[in-house]
């Protein structure tokens, strides 16, 4: 009968992609329940799974490895795209304190599992460890770059099965996003933090930010600069500002340029950094309030997206502005944070340049930079295919390591992890477009990471029952959970206590560490600002390489 084959017949193309549609489905939805606050997301696609393997449905094995294969590499390489814009920038100035400390938490998390498996003295063999380890810290990644190593372990004949790793990860992950917000709490408590100092002392350094650029209105009245061109002006001050507008004495408005003379009482309409404000005003004259929108003038403002490929990788003072177009660059906003246009700073696709000027000559910029937004929501699926090319590439290399009887190789979630950080951050010098759209970004990963999960626990559900209640399942959880909160309580003391780190940017630094959303959604509930957040993606990039590293050594040093 149709319906017995579409439910049962592990053979048929249509049951396996069945399968997978309602495993994916009902893990999402059941993945929105919240417990205190607190969500799994779509991690609940595995214990669906799970449940569903344990009950004997299980896909047709070729297009189930595939599937598993497959939605890692989107997964990691849709991440890769992500943090790769910021992975190198991420270790200046206080975000090198953040990473190091990271780093401290990803080598304690493995100095306790070893702990556990030499004191289990043979009772948990490490491939499971590893799983167990991955749950405990919440990292897919490291989990489907372990089950790769297996693999290829197996297929070099170094293994004669496969093990089934997937168990030790569902049994410590409840555990281990519990121990997160756990130890956030802990921590909290033992240094007693007032939420409400935290958050001034937030907002005081925000106040001092040099990202942000801030827009005032001068006065001219210094006498050393009457007469001067806005260029002299420029090369005098030697601070990183924008004149967008100059109101003269007779209220005549226009763009300056580099030869415009600035004399006593022009208004300047300035884009500066917030911290520079005291120091211009002390040179050119006192800020005043004044809307240049009711001026009437023939100048506007306007927001130019950049969508030709050919303009990637250029930088703005190569678009020659003021001479060709008679325009000034006042702001650039790159994936939602606004910058100084100053003219060495380097166009991607996808960016957004504020430009102040006659409306015409607008257009006639805007036609030669794209503005099109119909060509940003079209996928850019070369680059895409390429990376995932080359990533396949480098993951097959064999790396001899000193010691180990077998050469390491990166993987299918090594190789294209690598590849995307490179490609994100370097990219446009190669012309490639790297930008795509936050949606379809995110519709690549969930589907990536969704496959992957919903194959593992497929693939693990029969035995996952019988081995959590009559194994050693319980001891599992047991060890997961000291995985995860004896690091973060020691580096989290360490953070506060030394380094004196705000409590929004440690919880940041403890989810972070850990890759772990639910986490960081607690984490910015409480803070009600973008310090968790700031701090998670700082060390997010570097976390997340290490912990597909390591997993993979491990398997490698004890499998």
């Known amino acids: 009968m149709w319906i017995e084959n579409l439910l049962f017949s592990t053979e048929s193309v249509a049951h396996t992609v069945f399968l997978y549609a309602f495993v994916i489905a009902m893990g999402v939805y059941l993945g929105k329940i919240k417990i205190f606050g607190v969500s799994l997301g779509v991690t609940f696609v595995l214990f669906v799974g799970l449940v569903a393997g344990h009950f004997g449905f299980v896909g047709e094995k070729n297009i189930m490895h595939f599937l598993q294969e ?146 005032v209105t001068f006065k001219v009245e210094n006498p050393l600069i009457f007469g001067r061109t806005v260029l002299e002006v420029a090369n005098i001050i030697d601070r990183n500002f924008v004149i967008s507008r100059i109101r003269k004495q007779n209220n005549e408005v226009s763009i300056p340029k580099s030869d415009t003379i600035v004399e006593e009482g022009d208004l300047l309409l300035t884009v500066l950094s917030v911290q520079d404000e005291e120091a211009m005003s002390a040179f050119i004259g006192k800020p005043i309030e004044m809307d240049w929108e009711a001026i009437p003038a023939p100048v506007v403002s306007r927001r130019i ?83 995932i090319l080359l990533g396949i590439v480098l993951g097959s290399i064999p790396l001899a390591i000193p010691g180990m009887s077998s050469s390491m190789k990166l993987g ?47 693939n693990a559900g029969g035995g996952f029952v019988d081995t959590v209640v009559n194994g050693d399942g319980l001891l599992w959880v047991f060890w997961g959970f000291l995985i995860t909160l004896i690091p973060l309580l020691i580096v989290g003391s360490i953070g506060r206590g030394y380094y004196k780190l705000n409590y929004f940017t440690l919880m940041g630094l403890i989810a972070g560490s850990n890759t772990d959303p639910p986490a960081l959604a607690y984490a910015n509930k409480v803070a009600n600002n973008d310090a968790p957040a700031v701090a998670y993606s700082t060390v997010y990039p570097l976390t997340m390489f290490l912990r597909v590293l390591t997993a993979q050594l491990m398997i490698l040093a004890f499998a």
């Open 305 to 387: 997206v950049i969508t030709k490929p050919e303009l990637n990788g250029r930088k703005i003072g190569s678009l020659r502005l003021r001479v060709g177009y008679g325009l000034n660059a006042t702001r650039l906003n790159r994936a939602g944070v606004d910058l100084v246009a100053n003219p060495n700073l380097t166009l991607q696709v996808g960016d957004r340049l504020t430009v102040v000027g006659k409306i015409e000559d607008i257009n006639r910029l805007a036609e030669r930079l794209g503005n099109s937004m119909k060509r940003l929501n079209e996928p850019n699926m070369i680059t895409l295919f390429v990376g």
């Open 412 to 458: 299918l979630a090594g190789g294209p992890l690598i590849v995307a950080i490179l490609i994100g951050r370097f990219g446009y010098k190669f012309k490639l477009v790297t930008y795509t759209s936050t949606s379809a970004s995110l519709m690549i990963r969930e589907i990536g990471i969704c496959l992957f999960l919903a194959s593992v626990g497929l």
């Open 70 to 215: 497959f939605g890692l590499i989107l997964f990691v390489y849709s991440i890769g795209l992500q943090v790769g814009p910021g992975f190198f920038s991420s270790f200046k100035k206080g975000g090198m304190r953040l990473n190091m400390l990271a780093a401290c938490i990803v080598g304690l998390n493995l100095l306790v599992a070893f702990i556990i498996y030499f004191a289990a003295n043979g009772r948990i063999d490490m491939p499971t460890l590893v799983g167990v380890l991955s749950g405990a810290v919440t990292n897919t990644p490291g989990l489907g770059a372990a089950q790769q190593t297996l693999v290829q372990l197996h297929l070099d004949g170094k293994l004669s099965a496969v093990p089934e790793i997937a168990g030790g990860y569902a049994a410590a992950y409840p555990l281990g996003v519990a121990g997160i917000i756990g130890a956030m709490l802990i921590v909290r408590a033992i240094f007693k933090i007032k939420i409400d100092r935290e958050q001034k002392e937030i907002e005081n350094e925000n106040n001092e930010s040099v990202l942000t650029p801030h827009v």
